[in-house]
């Protein structure tokens, strides 16, 4: 019944299985991908033909992680997987960006792929056993796909490169001082196609040896998806790549003037226009025939980037006339918005963002419901896009793939300069809004995240800057890697590599290619080239932080304090009543953990000092020999009761009340009065014994000897 194909070899600490034949039949290619015990499964389906006027390579790529992978129920009242979770999205990307480009040129049918994780150990990420039954899937399927590729996470510790790291080590890096970088990267057997990086400042050169240590990790994966297809692959599909090189001649001949002149004006939305004109002057002199060649918009496309890219390489003349190394004109300026936390607005060139941070509390941090547990994140980094950032009126709506992927890429490379939430006790949440883009709106966000952060007081421990780096490749070899790209060296050129960290090293790195993968060397200079720019942005962007004021007025402030666990139930009461009461009387906001962390919040200071000495009273102890002032509850014939530290009372005997002889405590005291005591000590039984007589009344400083003798003396 079944025509089951299955391939396995040892790596890293466990064994990569490969299996095919066996589930989802019917689709064009399906392979159950299995590290340790975590399994993933790929389904591969694409159309036979083009819809008709489809211009683009419809490919759409999903990662579904089931909660039953890992023996979980999922949380909300539908009980059941909802729209996908971040990590979902972000891996799907993960899957998308290697694989897209290694379509054969001119191939448009719908493609689909889909990732669902069947079952998960809690040490292996599925995210990589994802891409690579991915790729598998495809390798298998007869897609006029150029692969496999295949795809690890490195870790770096010690000084050492780690394969495949646990989950649990790269969850929270923050936390953990030893592990320095999460790192994931895709490639095929010759060349590296995608890096995805959060890193803890590395050098350059530590971050592209561990890029070409995953890029040998990953050569038996490749060659285990090959011998798989070898015994298990469809008959290739029958696509030949359109020829229109006939069309694209007499395109550049009607227009390749006009292109270059379009292409010369500096400014992003004239030079847009003038390129719209070209290809209006272009279409009014071709013929019918011609205007309905469904590669007409390719011939056009080519004749864009032909322009581009031969002054890049040929003469080194970008189109705003920058060196291939300069980086644009930078505004940086702080304090922005006059009642937000901490604002900042970074202007480089036509890409602007305005970049709002807010400070709250615990019960701010983000709940995150994963596969590998429940967790909680105290930073958090949002992005928008909106149309009129680029000019245009179009549908605005949720986050889409693009904002979550950007805003991820600005959140890691932020992640390594953030405090500890013990020393800086806060949830932050940074928004960057794009307000104008031309090239690199991700990194702007970086770079205003950074100065929003210290406008609001959050001390980093170093600024941080990004820029991205762009790459011409061209067929004969001649290359060329562009500093700060602007949006159509970028959709015109070969390669999007996004570099952002302090002036110590990486925080975060991304690379996206067009081209069948990029070698050590083109690499090694476009990192080089992006430490130069970033050092540049630095500068500049320190100029606005010597004006960074205080800590935001209308911000919260924050108190901690530890107390005893054994405590906790005392603070909390019955049924939260006396935290209740604490914060109903003080004011502030009071949030307390499991492990006895107690965090007072409110913007004034009072409120908060009377709620940490509410708490105090709760749980701190008496210290003997040590004065405080008190409350009498209760009289009695041999003394007097006061409620001197929290809800405990002492006794202080008619003989420690006065240093004379009383016939009873009333004769001086009545219920209600405020009386300073000393603390002498605990009887044999623990009761409290304190002393008035010992204690002036008055200012409540302890009395001499010389002066509690003289009105006995009397």
Known sequence: MFNVTKKSMQWGEDTLTLETGKVARQADGSVIATLGETSVMANVTFAKQQKEGQDFFPLTVHYQEKYYAAGKVPGGFFKREAPPTEKETLTAR??????????????????????????HDLVNDPDMVAMIAASAALT???????????????????????????????????????????????GTKNAVMMVESEAYELTEEEM????????????????????????????????????????????????????????????????????????EAIKAELSEEELEDKNLGAALKKLESTVLRADVVKNKRRIDGR????????????????????????????????????????????????????????FLLHYNFPPYSVGEAGRVGPPGRREIGHGKLAWRALQAVLPAPTDFPYTIRVVSEITESNGS??????????????????????????????????????????????????????????????????????MDIKVAGITSEIMSQALDQAKSGRMHILGEMNKALSEVGAFSEHAPR???????????????????KVIREIVETSGAKVDINDDGVIKIASPNGEAIQKAYDMIYSIVAEPEEG????????????????????????????????????LNHPSDVLKEGQDVWVKLLGFDDRGKVRLSMKVVDQETGEEVSEEKKEEPADE
Request: glycine letters at 10%; a negative charge.
């Open 94 to 119: 993960l899957i998308d960006r290697p694989i897209r480009p290694l379509f054969v040129p001119g191939f448009k049918n719908e493609v689909l792929v889909m990732c669902t994780v069947l079952s």
């Open 140 to 186: 298998i399927s007869g897609a006029p796909f150029m692969g496999p590729i295949a795809g690890c996470r490195v870790g770096y510790s010690d000084g050492e490169y780690v394969l495949n790291p646990d989950v649990e080590d790269m969850h929270n890096l923050r936390a953990n001082p030893e592990q320095r970088l999460d790192l994931v990267v895709a």
């Open 208 to 279: 592209l040896g561990a890029v070409n240590f995953a890029h040998q990790q990953i050569q038996p994966v490749i060659d285990l998806i090959v011998s798989l297809a070898e015994e298990a692959a469809k008959e290739p599909f029958e696509f030949t790549p359109p020829d229109y090189s006939q069309l694209y001649e007499r395109v550049k001949s009607l227009g390749e003037s006009n292109m270059r002149d379009a292409y010369s004006i500096l400014d992003k939305l004239e030079r847009q226009q003038a390129v719209a004109a070209a290809k």
């Open 323 to 378: 060196a291939l190394d300069e980086i644009r004109n930078i505004e940086a300026e702080t304090g922005f918005l006059p009642r937000t936390h901490g604002s900042a607005l970074f202007t480089r060139g036509e890409t602007q963002g305005l970049v709002v941070t807010t400070l709250g509390t615990g019960d701010d941090e983000q709940i995150i419901d994963a596969l590998h547990g429940n967790f909680r994140s105290n």
């Open 441 to 510: 709106s991700s990194m702007a966000s970086v770079c205003g995240g950074s100065l929003s952060m210290m406008d609001a007081g959050v001390p980093l421990t170093a600024p941080v800057a990004g820029v991205a780096m762009g790459l011409v490749l061209e067929e004969d070899g001649e290359w060329a890697v562009l500093s700060d790209i602007l949006g159509d060296e970028d959709h015109l050129g070969d390669m999007d590599f996004k570099v952002a960290g302090t002036e110590k090293g990486i925080t975060s790195l991304q």
């Open 558 to 576: 924050i108190e901690t304090m530890n107390v005893p666990q054994d405590k906790i139930r005392e603070v909390i009461g019955s049924g939260g």
């Open 626 to 661: 040590k004065v405080y002032k008190g409350r009498v509850v209760k009289i009695v014939d041999f003394g007097a009761f006061v409620n001197f530290f929290g809800k405990r009372d002492g006794l202080v005997h008619v003989s420690q009340i006065m240093p004379k002889r």
